[in-house]
């Protein structure tokens, strides 16, 4: 019997927008994406989904949405309760979380032609994708990001995930969202970890791809470090267009095992966990990217006054550049975790490094040795923050 | 700030192969796919994972599959132990399954670029799916079907998925395997009710897109019955390809909310939970089949010839055409079937009745006193199988 081929295409499209006082009922942004939706013989519901931490920020949001749903979306029915999850990594290790949402899906009876709205930060994104993502086969998912870093990288992307016995990410989907909406206003609230901690995805994707964003975030750090919401408007929405142009232009679903965006990761990864997460994850890349740039120094890629340039940004934002577990056991604990890394990635192990600011380079090994001069020099020329 | 547009394709291609004795050392087949898979630096792996029922008619079999791997394919380093897991519709319903299966791929560090063999019928094929879509974001899966129905629908599809408290498919993805591997031998070992269950999938596709072959069915139905391996061969290959070019011509991620494939399902679904899954999906979809053909010939669509044919068919290979459960409290609980059918889909209810043998026609409500009727003529025209 002749062998069948099978093949086909899917096509994805969505739109990330950005917008103020996004449930205000003078903005009719929301509204009119769900015009669109509005057909005979369909009742439509959503199913709203809080990051504890960011309602507890904004007290009145619940029946804001319920008001603005109320006045301005007719087509859609609201279900009857908006279910709050805690925000965080710690919301990402309990099973019972993802069980809650299922049950909320079965429960008010959203199909695969409602909608799940997630609204918080990276982690509650990633949780309330995958839940949406593997209900009755995947329902449409709107991301309303209330974090730099869940604006500006993850949560314009296409990937959800939990974790599993310990294992970050270990349980996940790739599932595009139907839409991301990006409200400025929302980050007023963040404290100064987070605000900071977002733009270290932003210097990560300038350092491997745009030299001129990189000067433009070099010019801009002491306005960044002070909270100016038009530098970080303009920030977050460079750092999103690249991120969302990178997964269009690359290999989306990440079928090969190149990721020029994990540059700065792999410890970074590693270092969340050795520190069971007091270091949150923009932090950590920060870290991750420092110990990279020394490394392509060291290595002879990156020019010295690069990393200087690097570093100083970096520093002037007010990131710590150094953490005494990476030094733990000999630098082992956190060299272990670029084999983590590579099983991760599967198969061959593949790094980002610079040769210059705006130019990234991949390598397949990193020197153990190398690794270790990287993590004292970071430690020897570390700066003491009091922020 | 200007929106974001986001847009790519994702390109999905696997095979399905037709075969006999697929571990035996003289068949290549399944090393020679192996063999694209070889690069440099790479150690891919493979976890295997059987069906018990399966296994428990082939004794030797995990160590014809370890004997294989270790003459043929050299490349693909085996986990230590091959997985075993009960099958049937009971295997989707406990979620210790799936963490069970999640552990081993993290226990034998399968990354993305190994794979996940699954060998069973479809209810085992659909739980190690699904374990393996939401590992790592995804892990190659082979499907090595064993019965009828899933050699020629449901395993060479793209779905997968297990159930929720009490949900059929509740949670799952679509997700397309790497390869399939139908191998005609395995079927000697099913008992006659699954010989014959998965006859009813290809008589559902032809009699919605293939008069042709309809008849040709209609003509082996006793060789069929008999269980004659030629024909069954043909019927499989043909059952699968239409169902593989469906997917590929229409909407394989099923976006929108018309699922032709599913006639004769609404009903068949609701027949396997109200008999607690006594009766077997290839049963009630027999039985579902037989129901909306009634249907559709007592609306004026279907001529009274084309139904006689159809049921004459059904019965000729030995399917029961009614179940008491049908007629239950007073036929309401069938026809809550209709509006969980709804809900599964998605919004607008829409159904495949039948204008001519190898023509559907698609509805989008049903009558309750012609489903009631129908039943009823179900009722007086059965015939007592001795089979």
Redesign the interface.
Known sequence: ??????????????????TEYLFDHSNTLLADFFKKFS?E??Q?KALVVVDEGFAAHHPGLADQIRTYFAAAVPNIQLAADIIMVPGGEASKNDPELFNKL??AV?TY?I????FVIGIGGGAVLDLVG?AA??????IKLIRIPTTVLSQNDSG?GV?N?IN??G?K??????A?PVAVFNDLTFLRTLDDRDWRGGIAEAIKVSLIKDQAFFEWIEEKATALANRDEAAM??LI?RC??MH?DH??GGD???FG?SRPLDFGHWAAHKLEYLTDFQVRHGEAVAIGIALDCVYSEKVGKLPESDLNRILDVLNKLGFELYHPKLAENDKINLRNGLQEFR??????LTIMLLDKIGKGVEV?ELDADIISQSVDYLESSKIIHTL
Chains 1, 2 share one sequence.
């Open positions: 019997m002749q062998t069948i081929q099978q093949s086909f295409k899917i096509e994805y499209n969505y739109s990330v927008f950005f057909e013989g369909f439509r299922a049950q079965d009876g199909d695969r032609h409602s995958y993502a593997v209900s009755h086969r995947g314009v990937k995930g599993f016995h294992k990410n270990f349980l996940g989907t790739f595009p408007s303009y929405h999103a267009e969302t997964i269009a989306p679903f990440e095992s099983e991760h990635l599967g198969g061959r397949h």
